[in-house]
């Protein structure tokens, strides 16, 4: 199985979900994921990610962006994990940064990528280290040629260095 990126939800109006498979698909690629890894992506609003970070983190309050590690089991694909994103949080962040909706769900998929591959953000230190590291991985992942539309959206073959 190729590397893989289900959405679970449907996109915000306005973004291209091929666009963000594809995108999600170059990021675990320029990650050095594996060939048969799997990404499951669910986009809420506010509500939903307050009530997972509430169950899951301890922490009562929205954020932008939720990374889950899998369990382990058996099987072929290599479940890299879930991502829970926040569009309400998102669209808001977008508007701060001074760039659209799609470009900041690509900045958290990356973001989440790199949780899920083990960096962590817990000091100031490290959150501005993954900081970087999620802005270069996503010009790494931007360069890479995306299909035409209409085309399957396959990940590149080639596996960037890290």
């Not at 890299?80 to 690509?106: C, K, M, N, P, Y």
Request: aromatic content about 4%; proline content about 6%; some cysteine.
């Amino acid at each position: 199985m190729p590397l893989t990126v289900r959405f679970v939800s449907r996109a915000p109006e306005g973004v291209s979900r091929a666009r963000l498979k594809w995108l999600g698909k170059a990021v675990m690629v320029a990650a050095g994921c594996g060939l048969h890894a799997e990404l499951s992506v669910a986009i809420g609003n506010d509500r939903w990610i307050q009530e997972l970070n509430q169950k899951y983190k301890g922490k009562n309050a929205p954020t932008d962006v939720l990374a889950f590690p899998p369990g382990e089991g058996p099987g072929e694909a290599q479940l890299l994990g879930d991502v829970a994103i926040s569009a309400e949080t998102a669209w808001r962040q977008a508007r701060l940064a001074g760039h659209d909706l799609t470009t900041e769900l690509a900045l958290l998929l990356t973001h989440a990528v790199l949780h899920l591959t083990g960096w962590r953000d817990d000091t100031p230190a490290r959150r501005r280290r993954m900081m970087k590291q999620t802005r270069e991985l996503l010009a790494r992942a931007s360069q890479m040629v995306q299909p035409a539309k209409g085309a399957t959206s396959r990940a590149p073959a080639n596996r960037a260095r890290r």
